[in-house]
């Protein structure tokens, strides 16, 4: 028996609507996507900090510095548990855990807390000289010292040498480096006596003593 074209053509077209609503998007939900690619929740993180210009970065990733207005906007971070890392010169590093929602965006507020000291390292040349800080007497080179971040005087000084002057400014960052050179002082040179004077004090002496000693046996001889 040999079934009409159209029967078939009916039947095929049925079969692709009945696939299309039905099997299609069951085969869609439970097939594995092959393109590699992953969606990932992301959110944004809203940094106060104090002072401005503090660095931050999250999980080791610079993410910015915290401007004028006090405030760093970090927008595209994963939703979850980040690690985030505060720092600026002179000041305590400060890190802490910040978890980032799906929707809404993370607000934390980070305030260093500033350094009071630093490293100050001084050298010289020739060494064992004596080290004032601040008109403070500090030992002799070379010596490390702990000083207050800020600028500070330096003067080296050595018996037969012209005194060394310097000014560095301490920060807590990195240690500071001072290194002077001492001249040596020129000897004064020791005057020495003319011979025609010396040749006439010596006579006159000579002559003084004669005299006195003629004088002394005269008064012997009375």
Aim: with cysteine.
């Amino acid at each position: 028996m040999t079934v009409p074209l159209t029967t078939k053509f009916g039947v095929g077209f049925v079969s692709l609507i009945f696939f299309s609503l039905l099997v299609a998007p069951v085969l869609g939900i439970v097939s594995p996507d092959l393109s590699g690619q992953v969606y990932q929740a992301t959110g944004s993180l809203h940094v106060d900090g104090n002072p401005v210009g503090m660095e931050i970065t999250i999980d080791g990733r610079v993410a910015g510095q915290v401007g004028e207005s006090g405030v760093l906007v970090i927008d595209s971070v994963p939703v979850g548990e980040h690690t985030l890392t505060a720092s600026h010169p002179d000041y305590f590093t400060k890190e802490l855990v910040v978890n980032v929602p799906d929707g809404l965006p993370a607000e934390v507020r980070v305030t260093l807390e500033k350094e009071s000291q630093g490293t100050l390292i001084i050298e010289s040349t020739p060494p064992n000289v004596q080290v004032y800080v601040d008109d403070l007497y500090k030992g002799v080179t070379p010596v490390t010292l702990e000083a207050e971040i800020g600028s500070h005087d330096v003067l080296l000084r050595l018996a037969g040498y012209k005194d060394w002057r310097t000014e560095v400014t301490v920060s807590a960052e990195t240690p500071a480096q001072v290194s002077g050179s001492l001249e040596p002082v020129a000897a004064s040179p020791v005057p020495t006596p003319k011979a025609g004077s010396g040749l006439f004090s010596s006579l006159l002496i000579t002559g003084i003593c004669c005299i006195i000693a003629c004088y002394m046996q005269q008064g012997r001889g009375r």
